[in-house]
């Protein structure tokens, strides 16, 4: 306790003499770094697409909290118009719709009720697709959006995938696991944010 508390007095005179000294703003900025860098928001802020996955095989306790992910997802009136269809990477129909596709990854297509026509179905699914990308990257595991293969999911696979009747495929997750990389080095860069941001 007698050794701690010199530390807490020189600890809040360097607070107290970065803030008059102008360093207000780094001191913010290094506060909001730290906040970003922790716990659920690491993965939103330093999410990436997965490009190499190995062979190893997703277990059904990762897959499981990934599902519930996208249960979880909110929805316009709470209409959860979704489905959600699991493909291992082994199966036949997983090369059809992802060509090369490691054998360990999973597929999860997500589909809409109505989704053809209605853009507020769309734009839940969407919401149902982030959440469980971003919780395969919670769990450690690298993820992957596709729309590239929607078209021909649609054309081809409706009835192999057993998609429910009205319901048509908007992306796919692909899920696997990846040696561990730095996040932020494997993803592609982004447009500068003064340009997106504006009114603050
Ligand atoms: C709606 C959507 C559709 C995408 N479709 C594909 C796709 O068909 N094929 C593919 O390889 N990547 C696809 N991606 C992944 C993007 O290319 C990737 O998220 C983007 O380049 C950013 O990559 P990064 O997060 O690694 O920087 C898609 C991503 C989104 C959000």
């Known amino acids: 306790m007698s050794g701690k508390f010199p530390a807490v007095i020189l600890a809040v005179c360097c607070l107290i003499s970065a803030c008059s000294s102008g360093k207000a ?17 690491a993965t939103i802020t ?3 697409a997965a490009s190499k996955f190995v062979a190893e095989r ?3 306790d990762e897959l499981n909290p990934v599902l519930q992910a996208g249960v979880r997802s ?3 009136r709470n209409r959860q118009p979704w489905h959600f269809t699991v493909v291992r990477g082994d199966a036949e129909l997983a090369g059809g719709i992802i060509p090369n596709i490691t054998a360990g990854n999973v597929i999860i297509v997500i589909s809409g009720e109505g989704a053809d026509t ?5 734009l839940d699914c969407a919401l149902a697709t982030q959440n469980i990308y971003l919780a395969a990257q919670a769990l450690g595991l690298g993820s992957r959006i596709y729309t590239g293969p929607i078209d021909t999911v649609n ?3 409706r009835e192999s995938l057993g998609l429910p ?4 495929a908007v992306a796919l997750v692909r899920i696997g696991r990846i040696e561990p990389v730095d996040a932020l080095s494997a993803a592609s860069s ?11």
């Open 190 to 200: 982004r447009k500068n944010p003064d340009g997106m941001i504006s009114g603050r």
């Open 58 to 60: 997703i277990t059904e």
């Open 155 to 157: 054309a081809k696979y």
């Open 165 to 168: 009747g009205g319901y048509s």
């Open 46 to 48: 330093q999410n990436y």
């Open 25 to 41: 703003n780094t001191l913010a900025a290094s506060a909001e770094s730290a906040v970003v860098n922790s716990g659920a928001l």
């Open 74 to 76: 909110p929805s316009a």
């Open 118 to 122: 209605d853009k507020s179905v769309v």
